[in-house]
């Protein structure tokens, strides 16, 4: 059974790779700009969707100011690019917000940009993926109703991906990606020209009358019609999720690795602007109806209901089909490569979530095991720990994006705000030391620019938490304040570990040898592990050295009693009894007997085994013994030692180990 998961783990993840390779997983700009900026590349093509959604809230005419929404979504986009120049300049250790939060902030503030992160990281997949999976349903009507289990099986894909290493994904991605950009790209320059020549068609949903809220007939009036507008606008940020990842993700980049980070966070930034201009401008342009229930806000021009057929596409589509109506196989290939974008954007949060993960565990954090690389060099821990956390929203929420949007950049947000608040302290606390009036120039500039980027996300997370707070934010809210809680206990469990076993002044004690050695072999029947646990008892020269059974049934006790005397066996045997036919407590109470009459010797207790081949021996060897080990191992000053037995299944088994030990593959484990 172990060599068929071997076999098949190596088909699946490839042939493991030595440490010294790690350098060799390194990415250029042109591999990571797809690898740690997909995610905010491809967000483009969901968050015009729910600006259109939301204004089409108060009617037609109310999505007319849509581009005007995007405008301030793409301000603070370049906004907090310019600010996360800065940042990846000044940490490029690949901590990102937490470390800088946490260097300037406290470790407080540090834990609950993590806690956010890491939330948001988990939604990023599940977003992008149900995203994905909408727009692949577009391009192929047979994934329409079955979209949960087309995301379910993209996130699988995924983690596989990812656990064969970064670089490897990278490559793969990459394609994907730029075509994506050429798709938009196309779209925008001849979507552009018919709009200059006048040929400019109209979208397939242009025909359909938009039905206002019953809270929003009136349209954009007073207070709620400012609510709608900021809601509109909180939802179209989800196109800046995705930025931080490249300030985590530094430590890959090719040397010079902050310059190459910033340079490619200026081209996420400049492109990303560009396609949410282009698309929204041209959502406008061309009518594109899009509604969250298109049987209930949609009408006819004569008023009746939509035809029960009608599959509203996303907003990109939509222009696809307009811009490129004289070509359809264009439509079916840009939604299906939007489709494939959306999924593979979620591959930034397999690169985000497991290196923030690994920094965490560093620091106590989280368990120790997600700082572990995996045999491929990634962190194979938090990969798959990132895929559980996104399936289970994914099935809880049926892969709706309009429900899990609502999820969506509270955490991101959080994140955004106290990271430029920490990076003003930093430029603050520089400036103190700084000499010399280059740098000192160079940095005042910097901290205008993070002090900008404070305001704006600030005044940006205010707007999301008042707008989406009731419509899904708090759930958001709540997790976040779970893992921040769940983090700060393991932290508080590794602190007390650690200041249990510190040595401090009880070096001597512990450097002291035990008074005596009490050695005692657990016997059920006279056969070869007995002898060669006897054997190995001897081997050590203990104080005092014998033999314990118990005696479960009298007669089966005398019987072993008088075997051991007739082979003449050269060390002591004692029998327990155990008038309730039980095996453990007899032999744990004398063994903390021996432990109250001399608290200062140390008993070793010698437990036989079995070692077997195959999965099935388990369940019916062992099973005393392993029961026994588990309950010894809470009494103090007693030491367990297992002396193994081969039987003849496990003999197979050790051979084809060894045999592929020296075909030059090695065997790694995770933690």
């Given at each position: 059974m172990s060599e068929i998961i071997d076999v098949a783990k190596r088909l699946m993840l490839?042939?493991?790779?030595?440490?010294?390779?790690?350098?060799?997983?390194?990415?250029?700009?042109?591999?990571?700009?797809?690898?740690?900026?997909?995610?905010?590349?491809?967000?483009?093509?969901?968050?015009?969707?729910?600006?259109?959604l939301t204004m089409a809230l108060a009617g037609v005419t109310a999505v007319t100011i849509s581009p005007w929404v995007g405008l301030a979504v793409i301000i603070v986009l370049l906004v907090v690019v310019a600010s996360y120049r800065q940042n990846v300049r000044a940490y490029p250790s690949g901590g990102g917000d937490y470390e800088v939060v946490s260097t300037n902030l406290g470790q407080g503030a540090g834990v609950s940009v993590a806690s956010a992160l890491l939330v948001d990281y988990v939604l990023t997949v599940a977003v992008s993926i149900s995203a994905g999976a909408q727009y692949a349903s577009s391009a192929i009507p047979w994934f329409r109703g079955h979209e949960t289990w087309v995301a379910i099986a993209v996130v699988l894909f995924l983690m596989v991906m990812n656990l064969r290493g970064v670089k490897e994904s990278g490559?793969?991605?990459a394609v994907p990606v730029y075509l994506f950009m050429i798709a938009v790209g196309l779209i925008a320059v001849f979507g552009a020209f018919q709009a200059f020549t006048g040929s400019l068609?109209?979208?397939?949903?242009?025909?359909?009358?938009?039905?206002?809220?019953?809270?929003?007939?009136?349209?954009?009036?007073?207070?709620?019609?400012?609510?709608?507008?900021?809601?509109?606008?909180?939802?179209?940020c989800a196109a800046l999720t995705g930025v931080e990842a490249i300030s985590n993700g530094v430590p890959s980049f090719q040397r010079p690795k902050s310059r190459n980070a910033a340079t490619t966070l200026l081209l996420l930034g400049v492109i990303s602007a560009a396609?949410?201009?282009?698309?929204?401008?041209?959502?406008?342009a061309t009518n594109v109806r899009y509604v969250e229930e298109?049987?209930?806000?949609?009408?006819?021009?004569?008023?009746?209901?939509v035809p029960a057929s009608y599959e509203q596409h996303p907003v990109l589509s939509q222009l696809a089909e307009v811009?490129?109506?004289?070509?359809?196989?264009?439509?079916?290939?840009?939604?299906?490569?939007?489709?494939?974008?959306l999924v593979l954007a979620a591959n930034t949060a397999f690169n985000g979530f497991p290196v923030l993960g690994s920094i965490l565990a560093r620091?106590?954090?989280?368990?120790?095991?997600?700082?572990?690389?995996?045999?491929?060099?990634?962190?194979s821990n938090g990969i798959m720990t990132l895929a559980v956390g996104a399936i289970i929203l994914i099935v809880a929420f049926d892969a709706q994006v309009t429900s899990l949007i609502q999820l969506y950049i509270v955490g991101v947000f959080i994140s955004f705000t106290l990271s430029q608040l920490a990076m003003v302290?930093?430029?603050?606390?520089?400036?103190?030391?700084?000499?010399?009036?280059q740098a000192r120039r160079s940095m005042r500039r910097s901290r205008v620019v993070n002090a900008v980027g404070f305001v704006m996300t600030g005044t940006v997370l205010i707007v999301v938490l008042v707008t989406k707070f009731l419509h899904g934010a708090w759930i958001t809210l709540l997790v976040m304040a779970v893992v921040f809680a769940v983090m700060r206990g393991i932290r508080r469990h590794y602190d007390s570990v650690s200041d249990e076993l510190e040595l401090g002044e009880d070096i001597a004690s512990a450097r002291a040898l035990p008074s005596r050695v009490h050695a005692i072999v657990l016997v059920s029947k006279i056969h070869k592990p007995t002898m060669r646990a006897l054997s190995y008892a001897r081997a050590t020269r203990p104080n005092t050295l014998e033999a314990v059974t118990v005696g479960v049934d009298g007669d089966d006790g005398e019987e072993l009693l008088a075997q051991w005397e007739a082979l003449d066996v050269p060390v002591p045997l004692r029998v327990l009894s155990s008038p309730y036919r039980e095996i453990t407590r007899p032999v744990l109470s004398y063994v903390r007997s021996i432990r109250r009459q001399s608290p200062r010797d140390l008993v070793v207790v010698y437990v036989p085994e079995y070692v077997v081949g195959h999965w099935w021996e388990q369940f019916l060897h062992n099973q005393s013994a392993m029961r026994l080990k588990s309950r010894l191992l809470f009494t103090p000053g007693v030491v367990i030692s297992a002396v193994p037995w081969q039987l003849s299944s496990s003999r197979t088994v050790g051979i084809e180990h060894t045999h592929f030990a020296q075909s030059g593959q090695p065997r790694a484990m995770d933690e």
């Open positions: 490839g042939r493991p790779m030595n440490s010294d390779r790690l350098g060799h997983t390194l990415l250029p700009k042109r591999l990571a700009l797809p690898v740690f900026a997909s995610d905010a590349l491809s967000s483009v093509a969901y968050a015009p969707d729910e600006i259109v490559r793969f991605f068609g109209q979208a397939p949903s242009a025909d359909f009358l938009v039905v206002p809220d019953a809270a929003f007939d009136q349209g954009l009036v007073g207070l709620g019609g400012a609510i709608l507008v900021a809601r509109a606008f909180a939802s179209g396609m949410l201009a282009t698309i929204v401008t041209l959502a406008v298109p049987a209930r806000q949609l009408t006819q021009a004569d008023g009746s209901a811009v490129f109506a004289q070509a359809p196989w264009m439509f079916i290939g840009i939604s299906a490569i939007t489709g494939l974008i620091d106590g954090y989280l368990p120790r095991q997600m700082h572990t690389r995996g045999d491929r060099l990634a962190f302290k930093h430029w603050n606390s520089r400036l103190r030391v700084a000499a010399d009036p």
